[in-house]
């Protein structure tokens, strides 16, 4: 990230979030987040958030459904009946299939 308005948003999100008091979790994983929509919006020519379009919004939740996500998989033993969880990543439509094929 090169804009210096976006890497200041991103510096000031992470400290709002600290101030409030949100969970370690989110004070870590948000502010990544944000990055990686900020970069998108970069590489988009968009170098203010008062130019984002909603066609940027919709092309970056496209980019995101095409990404893989974090999934968990469950696999159950025959003989024993237990579940074992299992971890993988597969894009969002794998994953909708998966879940179907289970329902």
């Not at 370690?24 to 900020?38: C, E, G, I, N």
């Not at 988009?44 to 939740?61: A, F, K, P, R, V």
């Not at 696999?75 to 597969?90: F, L, P, R, Y």
Request: proline letters at 3%; charged letters at 25%.
């Amino acid at each position: 990230m090169k804009n210096p308005l976006y890497i200041r948003l991103n510096v000031g999100f992470r400290e709002w979030l600290r101030i409030l008091n949100f969970d370690h979790t989110s004070q870590r994983d948000m502010p990544v987040m944000l990055k990686a929509f900020l970069i998108f919006l970069e590489e988009n020519d968009c170098n203010s958030i008062t130019g984002i379009t909603e066609n940027h919004l919709e092309n970056y939740l496209q980019v995101l459904s095409e990404q893989p996500c974090k999934a968990y998989v469950y696999e159950i033993n025959d003989k024993t009946g237990k579940a074992t969880v299992k971890h993988s990543s597969m894009t969002e439509k794998q994953f909708n299939k998966a879940l179907k094929s289970i329902q």
